[in-house]
């Protein structure tokens, strides 16, 4: 005969079950916070939700039992926004970083889990501190870690409202961290209203109003600003573009069999444009190396330009003697005339781990049983502009120093710059969303610094961003092409560009405060 099941075998059995129908009424709030994160990042058009994405994680933050708990489940929601939101880092690891299939996820989730850290910090605090006087302390939090965190990849929660331009026109004050701000108040402010304790509920209607103003007034400010901007970019003056787009494939590229079909592509598309005053080529688009004190380009190099215009091309340079101790390489970006003499040059300041150096190289090669490891390029000295004739200072960002605010804006400030241009290579992320990715996280610099930014890429995306922050004209992924335009050449500074991000030091001594009176403003943890 079968065994009898005992009663206590079924009630540990049940007891078991609703843990684990427990876990998932935690988790799954956590997991559609994720993806409501993630998705306006995706496909744009949804940028609505990011309005209410934070809404389930608020709501399993507050009904865990312990701050551990609150911890792991903001974590749960950040590693799953990553996860979709960075989906394609698993193409660029399997097809240009050579993982097979199986460790190409392993490497996309392992950065996910790394990068959602800040995420999993802010449910932490936010379970430690409480939502606070109208429901604003996670906005604090939120804008506080937001800065503070370092990650490879910027990004920023307010990036999922970049198609909603009157709202983010405020970036030139506070950069971007104001909407993340009003973003993260008014998920804890819905949160409130619908689904918190009663005693959070009492006091909404005027702390919704207290937010309505706010963002009343910010609005008003993008209307307004947005008239400004059109008249002065009017009233400003213009120089012509054409941005040269080879669409080299990356499998080709520094591959000496190439090298001279690479190079034709470009000297080919520049002639098609006669009358351009401003040439542009993308990152390494030259692929010999260039000695870095070179004065005068091999003619050969020269494309045909037109008498008086220029041009800015990337590529890689070096300084000392080439396979020696003391030699040193740089990503950087040159400035020509029409007769191929070197007017300026400009090295990359923000190199990626891992892909332009090796963190703790000189360390690691005093190993024992270690091979020599090379350190890879080297840091330029600060920013550097390349100046045309009639007063127009180009600050050149190589790869995704444009998605670093304060970087665009120290060209601005400290150089005087008046144009922006990126040059990059975009061609490891493939046919996906990142490139448009990267131009809308780039779209921010024109808006803080109301500067036009030009954007030259290798596959896309190559296009023009005027300082309203609106895209216009963009090339075809993939496929070469000659981008040409008038840009405006904007002067004076804006508020951003002068005190920086005073706003988010702003958010974090009210963070530090927080934390600090944290105990006291909140009932103890459950």
Same mark, same amino acid.
């Given at each position: 005969?079968?065994?009898?099941?005992?009663?206590?075998?079924?009630?540990?059995?049940?007891?078991?079950?609703?843990?684990?129908?427990?876990?998932? +009424?935690?988790?799954?709030?956590?997991?559609?916070?994720?993806?409501? @994160? #993630?998705?306006? *990042? /995706?496909? =744009?058009? !949804? %940028? $609505?939700?990011?309005?209410?994405?934070?809404?389930?994680?608020?709501?399993?933050?507050?009904?865990?039992?312990?701050?551990?708990?609150?911890?792991?489940?903001?974590?749960?929601?950040?590693?799953?926004?990553?996860?979709?939101?960075?989906?394609?880092?698993?193409?660029?690891?399997?097809?240009?970083?050579?993982?097979?299939?199986?460790?190409?996820?392993?490497?996309?989730?392992?950065?996910?889990?790394?990068?959602?850290?800040?995420?999993?910090?802010?449910?932490?605090?936010?379970?430690?501190?409480? +939502?606070?006087?109208?429901?604003?302390?996670?906005?604090?939090?939120? @804008? #506080?870690?937001? *800065? /503070?965190? =370092?990650? !490879? %990849? $910027?990004?920023?929660?307010?990036?999922?409202?970049?198609?909603?331009?009157?709202?983010?026109?405020?970036?030139?004050?506070?950069?971007?961290?104001?909407?993340?701000?009003?973003?993260?108040?008014?998920?804890?402010?819905?949160?409130?209203?619908?689904?918190?304790?009663?005693?959070?509920?009492?006091?909404?209607?005027?702390?919704?109003?207290?937010?309505?103003?706010?963002?009343?007034?910010?609005?008003?400010?993008?209307?307004?600003?947005?008239?400004?901007?059109?008249?002065?970019?009017?009233?400003?003056?213009?120089?012509?573009?054409?941005?040269?787009?080879?669409?080299?494939?990356?499998?080709?590229?520094?591959?000496?069999?190439?090298?001279?079909?690479?190079?034709?592509?470009?000297?080919?598309?520049?002639?098609?444009?006669?009358?351009?005053?401003?040439?542009?080529?993308?990152?390494?688009?030259?692929?010999?190396?260039?000695?870095?004190?070179?004065?005068?380009?091999?003619?050969?190099?020269?494309?045909?330009?037109?008498?008086?215009?220029?041009?800015?091309?990337?590529?890689?340079?070096?300084?000392?003697?080439?396979?020696?101790?003391?030699?040193?390489?740089?990503?950087?970006?040159?400035?020509?005339?029409?007769?191929?003499?070197?007017?300026?040059?400009?090295?990359?300041?923000?190199?990626?781990?891992?892909?332009?150096?090796?963190?703790?190289?000189?360390?690691?090669?005093?190993?024992?049983?270690?091979?020599?490891?090379?350190?890879?390029?080297?840091?330029?000295?600060?920013?550097?502009?390349?100046?045309?004739?009639?007063?127009?200072?180009?600050?050149?960002?190589?790869?995704?120093?444009?998605?670093?605010?304060?970087?665009?804006?120290?060209?601005?400030?400290?150089?005087?710059?008046?144009?922006?241009?990126?040059?990059?290579?975009?061609?490891?992320?493939?046919?996906?969303?990142?490139?448009?990715?990267?131009?809308?996280?780039?779209?921010?610099?024109?808006?803080?610094?109301?500067?036009?930014?030009?954007?030259?890429?290798?596959?896309?995306?190559?296009?023009?961003?005027?300082?309203?922050?609106?895209?216009?004209?963009?090339?075809?992924?993939?496929?070469?092409?000659?981008?040409?335009?008038?840009?405006?050449?904007?002067?004076?500074?804006?508020?951003?560009?002068?005190?920086?991000?005073?706003?988010?030091?702003?958010?974090?001594?009210?963070?530090?405060?927080?934390?600090?009176?944290?105990?006291?403003?909140?009932?103890?943890?459950?």
């Amino acid at each position: 005969m079968p065994d009898e099941i005992s009663e206590t075998d079924l009630t540990t059995a049940s007891r078991d079950q609703g843990r684990v129908r427990g876990l998932l +009424l935690l988790f799954s709030p956590a997991a559609l916070s994720g993806a409501l @994160v #993630a998705l306006p *990042f /995706l496909y =744009p058009g !949804l %940028f $609505p939700l990011t309005w209410i994405s934070l809404v389930p994680l608020l709501w399993g933050i507050e009904r865990v039992r312990t701050r551990l708990r609150a911890f792991l489940l903001a974590w749960l929601a950040g590693a799953v926004a990553l996860t979709l939101g960075f989906y394609w880092i698993e193409h660029t690891a399997r097809v240009f970083g050579g993982f097979p299939h199986g460790l190409s996820e392993i490497v996309l989730l392992l950065f996910a889990i790394l990068a959602s850290l800040p995420i999993a910090l802010f449910g932490l605090l936010v379970r430690l501190c409480g +939502l606070g006087p109208l429901q604003v302390f996670p906005a604090l939090l939120w @804008v #506080a870690i937001e *800065f /503070l965190f =370092p990650q !490879l %990849f $910027p990004w920023h929660l307010a990036n999922s409202q970049s198609q909603w331009l009157v709202l983010i026109q405020s970036a030139d004050l506070v950069g971007l961290y104001g909407v993340s701000f009003l973003l993260v108040w008014f998920n804890a402010l819905v949160y409130a209203a619908l689904l918190s304790p009663e005693r959070s509920r009492r006091n909404f209607i005027p702390n919704a109003a207290v937010l309505v103003v706010v963002l009343t007034g910010n609005m008003l400010y993008g209307h307004v600003r947005l008239k400004n901007v059109a008249a002065e970019m009017s009233a400003a003056r213009a120089v012509d573009v054409a941005v040269i787009q080879g669409s080299i494939d990356i499998k080709h590229k520094w591959n000496v069999s190439y090298l001279e079909s690479n190079l034709k592509s470009y000297l080919d598309l520049t002639r098609k444009v006669p009358s351009a005053s401003l040439y542009l080529w993308p990152e390494s688009a030259v692929e010999a190396w260039v000695p870095e004190d070179m004065e005068r380009l091999p003619a050969e190099i020269v494309p045909t330009l037109p008498s008086g215009s220029s041009l800015i091309f990337g590529a890689r340079s070096f300084i000392g003697k080439p396979d020696s101790p003391d030699m040193k390489a740089f990503n950087s970006a040159f400035l020509i005339d029409s007769e191929g003499q070197v007017y300026g040059r400009y090295h990359k300041q923000v190199l990626l781990a891992f892909g332009e150096y090796i963190p703790f190289a000189p360390i690691l090669s005093k190993v024992p049983g270690m091979p020599p490891v090379g350190e890879g390029f080297s840091r330029g000295a600060g920013p550097v502009t390349l100046d045309l004739p009639g007063g127009i200072k180009v600050a050149p960002l190589i790869c995704y120093e444009d998605i670093m605010p304060e970087l665009a804006r120290r060209f601005v400030k400290e150089k005087g710059a008046n144009l922006l241009v990126n040059l990059t290579n975009d061609a490891w992320f493939g046919d996906t969303v990142a490139p448009w990715l990267h131009a809308r996280l780039a779209q921010w610099r024109a808006i803080e610094t109301r500067r036009s930014l030009v954007r030259v890429t290798n596959t896309g995306l190559t296009t023009v961003i005027n300082p309203k922050g609106e895209m216009l004209d963009t090339l075809p992924l993939f496929a070469p092409g000659v981008l040409t335009a008038k840009v405006e050449i904007m002067e004076g500074e804006t508020l951003y560009v002068r005190y920086g991000d005073w706003f988010a030091w702003i958010m974090v001594a009210g963070s530090i405060l927080i934390l600090w009176r944290g105990r006291r403003l909140r009932a103890p943890a459950r």
